[in-house]
């Protein structure tokens, strides 16, 4: 029987990885090999139908070592708990390789958000935040969006917490509507930091920004902004796709036409999108395109053993957590491929979810310009010192961001000392 993708099996691999390198013995990292807390509950939601269904969700904390444990909630029908562990680990060492004050947590709820209505996601939402409020707040834990959520649904989690406390608690959750104290940039800053890091490594690489071609795999929040950035950065956007399927034009698409058309609806999806000289691929055959740079911005797994030897891209930029599996990441160093990893690439999100929750901390609010050029200057140093010390090691940039993050997270573990 074909083994079963585990995606808390990579995280460790790699943590195993960068623990030998640096020199840690077992005893140093044993620790976070562990998720900290694992909550997992049952939400009952009665549906537009009459109905009442119980969705199961989760919420687990892999570390709070360095802060308060940070990280989306994603709303998707794989959602699943070695799921969910893995994300929240991925945010720990995320968090640390940019060096923000926070540990690493994340949450989801088993359901298809496409399916239901704005009434039932907001019960399902109002809900589930009851269920997990003991663990969540401010100091302790805070959410953000993930896959299949929103603005819309962290604003339902901040009223429903601040309900449940008799008073109104911004920084319990971060990419909120700006009206309740959210941070001007956040929708956009995944995919702005995608793009710096683009940038970043094209240089590094001797590579044009101008007309390089990339494939974007994922319309959702990520990948749709950094379809824009990098457009309007001047790469040729030559295919993109959504759970329906791609689409491809040589000449580069039409991001601003297909951006107002996925806008325009949220049920609009790009099987029913036409535009003159475009063809229409898989999300299949979109990873195997013959690009410059390939943008992985949907889900975990995407490349793995299967097809990561029919992978053409010389440049992949993980703007997903996860998309490229460990056997797929031995792969592709063979050949060459320069895999810039999910924790630095899109690191760009949890970083303006810090600022907003510092802005809510101390009842502030900066200018969208103050977050954007904040987020560079943390992006771009980040980038600088993973390229840094993977070509003095002489490793991948993945295991380079792991040198840097696990070191950080087992230092303020060993700082603290094991208690009591
Ligand atoms: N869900 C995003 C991530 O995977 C953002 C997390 C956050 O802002 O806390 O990085």
Redesign the pocket.
């Known amino acids: 029987m074909e083994k079963q993708y585990n995606p808390y099996d990579n995280v460790l691999k790699v943590v195993q990885e960068a623990a030998d390198i640096l020199g840690y013995s077992d005893s140093d990292i044993e620790a976070i090999k562990y998720p900290e807390r694992e909550l997992k509950v049952s939400i009952p939601v009665r549906m537009d139908d009459g109905t009442t269904h119980v969705f199961e969700g989760y919420r687990i904390q892999h570390s709070t070592s360095r802060g308060p444990a940070?990280?989306?909630?994603?709303f998707h029908p794989a959602v699943n708990a070695d799921e969910v562990r893995a994300?929240a680990a991925?945010?720990t060492f995320?968090c640390a390789v940019v060096n923000i004050p926070?540990g690493g947590g994340?949450g989801g709820v088993v359901c298809d958000p496409t399916h239901l209505s704005e009434n039932e996601i907001r019960a399902i939402t109002r809900r589930f935040t009851a269920a997990i409020a003991p663990l969540i707040g401010p100091e302790q834990d805070?959410?953000?969006?993930?896959?299949g959520t929103n603005a819309a649904v962290m604003g339902w989690m901040m009223d429903t917490y601040s309900m449940l406390k008799g008073h109104c608690i911004h920084g319990v959750v971060?990419?909120k509507p700006i009206e309740l104290g959210g941070a001007l940039g956040?929708n956009e800053?995944?995919g702005r930091g995608v793009m710096f890091t683009t940038k970043n490594i094209l240089h590094k690489l001797n590579m044009n920004v101008e007309g390089t071609t990339v494939a974007i795999q994922g319309m959702g929040n990520v990948g749709s902004i950094t379809a824009k950035l990098l457009h309007q950065e001047g790469m040729k956007i030559v295919a993109v796709s959504d759970v329906s399927g791609g689409i491809y034009n040589a000449n580069g698409l039409d991001i601003p036409a297909i951006l107002a058309y996925l806008a325009k609806d949220r049920k609009n999806l790009l099987k029913d999108y036409n535009e003159d000289g475009m063809t229409r691929i898989s999300n299949e055959e979109l990873l195997e395109l013959d690009v410059q740079v390939l943008v992985p911005a949907a889900l975990e797994n995407q490349i793995n053993g299967t097809n990561a030897d029919k992978i053409k891209a010389p440049v992949i930029v993980e703007a997903a957590?996860g998309p490229v599996a460990s056997e797929a990441d031995e792969i592709l160093e063979k050949k060459g491929t320069v895999v810039v990893p999910?924790i630095l690439a899109?690191?760009g999100?949890?970083?303006?979810?810090?600022f907003e929750w510092v802005q809510n901390i101390q009842s502030v609010s900066w200018t969208e310009e103050a977050v954007n050029q904040n987020l560079k200057e943390i992006m771009d140093p980040s980038f600088e010192a993973v390229w840094d010390i993977a070509k003095e090691k002489n490793v991948t940039l993945r295991t380079g961001a792991y040198l840097i993050a696990v070191k950080r997270v087992v230092d303020a573990k060993a700082a603290r000392a094991i208690w009591p």
């Open positions: 940070k990280g989306g909630i994603r994300l991925w945010m995320k926070y994340k805070i959410p953000a969006p993930d896959v971060t990419g956040r800053a995944t957590n999910d899109n690191a999100g949890v970083v303006v979810s810090y």
